[in-house]
Every structure is written in C-alpha cells, then in structure tokens.
Nanobody
Framework: QVQLVESGGGLVQPGGSLTLSCVGS????????IAWFRQAPGKEREGVAS????????????YYLDSVRGRFTISRDNAKNTVYLQVHSLNPEDTGVYYC??????????????????WGQGIQVTVSS
C-alpha cells in the first residue's frame, strides 16, 4: 500500500521559512516524479514545484510555479525516501493546504493534478502576523 505523509507545516509570520517533508512508504520515491501542490480556500489546487524521477539515471529536472520560483526549492533524499520543499520569504498568498504527490511523468512546463496518482493527506501552512 502506497502512502505519502507530509510534515513540517504550521503557522509562520510573513517573510518566514519552513521545510515541508514528504515521506514515502510502499513506493520508492526516486522512481517517480514528485510534486508539491497547494490549495487555498475557495481556489483550485495548483502545482508549485515538481522534480523528475531518476529512471534511466538522468539528471533530475525541476519545475516551479512562477510565483514561487526563487523562494521554493524541491529536493530529494533518496536514503530517507523523502522529498522536501523548502519555502522562504513566505507571504499570506502562500497560505493553504500543501500536498505531495507521486506520478509516472514529469513535465518542463506545468504541474497538473491529473498527472499524479498517489497523494498525501495534506498539511496546513498559514502565513500570518
């Protein structure tokens, strides 16, 4: 049974930072494209960052939503079967439930929910003073 479990969310002041973790079980995350999505109240779920798989031994590729590029960093720790999302310079518009997801394909130009098969339960990130 595949499980993805997020952690590291919480309440943070504007300008602050967090590191979100996504730990996989029943799945080797390195063999899947992994993405982080977020969903704010009343809004659609949007992909904020993704990383390609290591199938074929290729270099990892990353995608970032324009509004987070330069502030968010996605990375892997294969020894821990974990993918991280480091988020910096947070602002209230970054508030939402953050989900990690695993899927078979990765794309340079977008990160769409329909491309991902396995999902975590989500974790709340609130940016507020």
């Amino acid at each position: 049974q595949v499980q993805l479990v997020e952690s590291g969310g919480g309440l943070v002041q504007p300008g602050g930072s967090l590191t979100l973790s996504c730990v996989g079980s029943g799945i080797t995350l390195d063999y899947s494209a992994i993405a982080w999505f977020r969903q704010a109240p009343g809004k659609e779920r949007e992909g904020v960052a993704s990383v390609s798989s290591n199938i074929g031994g290729d270099t990892y590729h990353t995608y970032y939503l324009d509004s987070v590029r330069g502030r968010f960093t996605i990375s892997r720790d294969n020894a821990k079967n974990t993918v991280y999302l480091q988020v910096h310079s947070l602002n209230p518009e970054d508030t939402g439930v953050y989900y990690c997801a695993a899927g078979p394909t990765w794309n340079y130009n977008y990160c769409r929910p329909g491309d991902f098969v396995h999902w975590g339960q989500g974790i709340q990130v609130t940016v507020s003073s």
